[in-house]
């Protein structure tokens, strides 16, 4: 069945780096494209970005000057680097396969900006 | 952007009872509206998508409807388990937008 998993550390510094791995099963990176969304605490979730079936991307202009999307077709993984993180981009960030919008989801991971 | 702007904010109800949930968008997004279920431990379902298809193995009393800006969430006969924060989202242009919540509680 289609699964998809969020990796990565918990807990980042202020303005450093975030790197996500979403490790997806049950269906081809080159069938379906996948997104990054986000949810802080409280709050309604935010698009981040989408890693086409093709091997295009798509950003969120909010968040396009520091974001990067890849994927390693070989290995079953798309990766989310966002750079100069802040204490606003504290919250759990999903992963989702896309078919008419996000479909399915993964579980999320939570990722806290504090030093 | 487009802005989703989704209502109630709290929707206090009772087992058994019908309810809507609305969500209204910025301009027209031609039906390329989805709903969400997300459960306290974060888990997230899709259950309509494209304004009024109901996903696979989702339950009858959740229907959706709509046009143009304004859309929909029914739940026909409320259980335990649709007590839930509920999202809308437009696929219609990027980026992609959700709104910004119900929280479907018990009253």
């Known amino acids: 069945q289609v699964q998809l998993k969020e990796s990565g550390p918990g807990l980042v510094q202020p303005s450093e780096t975030l790197s996500l791995t979403c490790t997806v099963s049950?269906?081809?990176?080159?069938?379906?494209?996948v997104s990054w969304v986000r949810q802080p605490s409280g709050k309604g979730p935010e698009w981040m970005g989408r890693?086409?079936?093709?091997?295009?991307?798509a950003y969120n202009s909010a968040l396009k000057s520091r974001l990067s999307i890849s994927r390693d077709t070989s290995k079953n993984q798309v990766f989310l680097k966002m750079n100069s993180l802040q204490t606003d981009d504290t919250g759990t960030y999903y992963c989702?396969?896309?078919?008419?919008?996000?479909?399915?989801w993964g579980q999320g991971v939570m990722v806290t900006v504090s030093s | 952007d487009i802005q989703l702007t989704q209502s109630p904010s709290t929707l206090p109800a009772s087992l058994g009872e019908r309810v809507t949930i609305s969500c209204r968008a910025s301009?027209?997004?031609?039906?390329?509206l989805n709903w969400y279920q997300q459960k306290p431990d974060g888990t997230v379902k899709r259950l309509i998508y494209?304004?009024?298809t109901l996903e696979s193995g989702v339950p009858s009393r959740f229907s959706g409807s709509g046009s143009g800006t304004d859309y929909s969430l029914s739940i026909s006969s409320l259980e335990s388990e649709d007590f839930a924060m509920y999202y809308c989202?437009?696929?219609?242009?990027?980026?992609?937008?959700f709104g910004s919540g119900t929280k479907l509680e018990i009253k």
């Open positions: 989702t396969r896309d078919r008419r919008g996000s479909h399915y």
């Open positions: 049950g269906f081809s990176l080159t069938s379906y494209s």
């Open positions: 890693m086409w079936y093709d091997g295009d991307t």
């Open positions: 301009q027209s997004i031609s039906n390329s």
């Open positions: 494209s304004t009024s």
């Open positions: 989202l437009q696929y219609a242009t990027y980026p992609h937008t």
